[in-house]
T-cell receptor
Framework: EDKVVQSPLSLVVHEGDTVTLNCSYE??????LLWYKQEKKAPTFLFML????IEKKSGRLSSILDKKELFSILNITATQTGDSAVYLC?????????????FGRGTQLTVWP | DAGVIQSPRHEVTEMGQEVTLRCKPI?????LFWYRQTMMRGLELLIY????????DSGMPEDRFSAKMPNASFSTLKIQPSEPRDSAVYFC???????????????FGPGTRLTVT
């Protein structure tokens, strides 16, 4: 069963638009939620969120977690063609097997000039 | 820092052959992960090690897959015999112990693109 569900699966926008990517999860013993960006190579880390309601920000990217409603959003403002990538959401589960990440399928973002 | 190193970057082999993928984690990282990524299933965790010991191998698809970590700086993922459905990109990632700090980031290698014909 899917533990981490991302939406939309794909998104096409023009430069300058603002986008919101969604990630919902259903796991036991939630520890943290992570966002990764994957261009045509390996995923690279963006954010880790552990507490509800605290926004994390890096330039034009920001993310927030809602542990009550079990979801997170990733916002990108003033998008650029370089933002085109697959954005992956992953959930870290607390427990005896530390370190296991459950990944969503990703959102394919395409930014046109 | 060279990051996580994987070899080969591309591998094309025939069905039935043995395939060995290699990974060198970032020095000092306690955890090493092997993932497989396909269009159909996305990114899946196959197995991970802590201090060279396999902790969770529940993602290994079947007995044809095996992984070893003989020391802190080297791991292998072996498929024997390989099948066309094993075609995918295989990523290795490493991280510090998440219990030691507030950040938990896995650093991914460039991946090995495996094609089994």
């Amino acid at each position: 069963e899917d533990k981490v569900v991302q939406s939309p699966l794909s998104l096409v926008v023009h430069e300058g638009d603002t986008v919101t990517l969604n990630c919902s999860y259903e796991v036991t013993n939630f520890r943290s939620l992570l966002w990764y960006k994957q261009e045509k190579k390996a995923p690279t880390f963006l954010f880790m969120l552990t507490s509800s309601g605290i926004e994390k920000k890096s330039g034009r990217l920001s993310s927030i977690l809602d542990k009550k409603e079990l979801f997170s959003i990733l916002n990108i403002t003033a998008t650029q063609t370089g933002d085109s990538a697959v954005y992956l959401c992953a959930v870290l589960v607390r427990g005896s097997t530390l370190g296991r990440l459950y990944f969503g399928r990703g959102t394919q973002l395409t930014v046109w000039p | 820092d060279a990051g996580v190193i994987q070899s080969p970057r591309h591998e094309v082999t025939e069905m039935g052959q043995e395939v060995t993928l290699r990974c060198k984690p970032i020095s000092g990282h306690d955890y090493l992960f092997w993932y497989r990524q396909t269009m159909m299933r996305g990114l899946e965790l196959l197995i991970y090690f802590n201090n060279n010991v396999p902790i969770d191998d529940s993602g290994m698809p079947e007995d044809r897959f095996s992984a070893k970590m003989p020391n802190a700086s080297f791991s292998t993922l072996k498929i024997q015999p390989s099948e066309p459905r094993d075609s995918a990109v295989y990523f290795c990632a490493s991280s510090l112990d998440p219990r030691l700090g507030s950040s938990y980031e896995q650093y991914f290698g460039p991946g090995t693109r495996l094609t089994v014909t």
